[in-house]
């Protein structure tokens, strides 16, 4: 026995920035998450750990864990902005919404539960949010405005690689 455990080594060769694409190919602009995950497999995989997922709330807390910086990129329908509108959420500067179900939490509050939990959660989470204007047509296709959306956020993606650690000394 060498004194460290198991989970204290395989948290040593986890990848320290996972990028984190959600949504669902077959509802029009929600395809954007999934489809972004796969062009910066291609563009960033070599320096990051690209992931993508069709679920939500608590099913997806095993791919916000393990890593120090994670960066998730969704569509969001506030009607408040035009579609294809980037809108950056960051962890700390967001107040959670009231919660009447545990099968509606959004991504800051399974990682709040994870916190709770003792569980490691990322030191960094940014939600890149792109305006869609509809998520909810099976078989639709993607808004013209939010697909020109996606070199946008790839651009952001390159960025957050480049950035220091929030925290970073």
């Known amino acids: 026995m060498t004194g460290v455990s198991i989970a204290t080594e395989a948290r040593a060769i986890e990848p320290s920035i996972r990028v984190l694409g959600l949504g669902n190919e077959i509802l029009g602009d929600d395809a954007l998450g999934i489809l972004v995950a796969r062009e910066a497999e291609v563009r960033f995989g070599k320096d990051v750990e690209v992931v993508s997922s069709s679920q939500a ?3 997806v807390m095993d791919e916000l864990l393990g890593v120090s910086r994670l960066l998730v990129v969704d569509c969001i329908q506030t009607g408040a902005a035009k ?18 179900s545990s099968h509606s939490l959004g991504i800051f509050e399974v990682l709040a539960v994870a916190r709770r939990l003792g569980l490691p959660v990322p030191a960094e989470c940014v939600i890149l949010a792109v ?3 509809d998520c909810t047509t099976v078989g639709g296709s993607m808004h013209p405005d939010v697909e020109a959306a996606i070199p946008v956020v790839l651009e952001w993606i390159g960025q957050f690689l480049a950035a220091e650690p929030v925290g970073a000394v």
């Open 57 to 59: 709330g608590f099913h």
């Open 83 to 100: 579609p294809g509108t980037v809108y950056v959420l960051d962890e700390h500067a967001i107040r959670p919404a009231p919660c009447v």
């Open 131 to 133: 305006e869609a204007a």
